[in-house]
């Protein structure tokens, strides 16, 4: 599910190589991934008034669902220079 996330995220934004994203599973089946992205590109991920943002939660739930697992994600800028 990683992966796919990354795809997404890639082909948003323009600065690819500050993606950065955390995964963080515990015992109950819940997925925690915190994305780092530059600054410029953080528009572009979120979207207007979050829509973009919320599409791809809800891609990753169902993604996640079929897996019978939860999924969460939390967006972020990602300060440091490449």
């Avoid at 500050?18 to 819940?30: A, K, M």
């Avoid at 979050?50 to 739930?61: D, E, F």
Wanted: glycine share 4%.
């Amino acid at each position: 599910m990683k992966e796919i996330l990354q795809c997404i995220l890639e082909n948003l934004a323009d600065n690819k190589d500050s993606i950065e994203i955390l995964e963080t599973v515990t015992d109950d089946n819940h997925i925690k991934y915190e994305v780092k992205v530059a600054s410029a590109d953080m528009g572009k991920v979120i979207g207007k008034q979050g829509k973009v943002a919320k599409s791809i939660r809800t891609l990753m739930k169902s993604l996640a669902s079929k897996e019978k697992k939860t999924v969460s994600i939390e967006f972020a800028e990602n300060n440091e220079e490449k």
